[in-house]
């Protein structure tokens, strides 16, 4: 298993990744585009939930960049949006 995540400017859409933590409702509510994200139900085991890269912002001045992942395990699917930040502190390669 890969220890470190790849840097968010190297991300390819349809990439998977994997939380480090349980990610649940009540740690997704803190994100910095907690608004833009969709319930996550029962929450992500670490290292076994699977996230697949859907949106990649462009990097510009004075602006976050992020990711928007697919919550794999959802029909309709369900979406996610991360900042690097939250993504580089809380994901890995899966």
């Not at 409702?25 to 929450?43: I, L, P, Q």
């Not at 928007?68 to 029909?75: A, I, K, N, Q, S």
Request: net charge negative.
């Amino acid at each position: 298993m890969n220890a470190s995540p790849t840097p968010i400017h190297l991300l390819k859409l349809g990439d998977l990744i994997t939380p480090r933590f349980f990610i649940n409702n009540d740690r997704v509510k803190h994100w910095t585009f907690a608004s833009e994200c969709d319930d996550v139900g029962g929450g992500m085991v670490a290292h076994t939930a699977q996230l697949k890269v859907v949106e990649i912002s462009r990097h510009k001045m004075n602006e976050w960049p992020w990711i928007r992942v697919e919550m794999t395990t959802f029909d309709p699917p369900r979406f996610l949006k991360l900042s690097a930040e939250e993504y580089m502190q809380g994901f890995v390669a899966a």
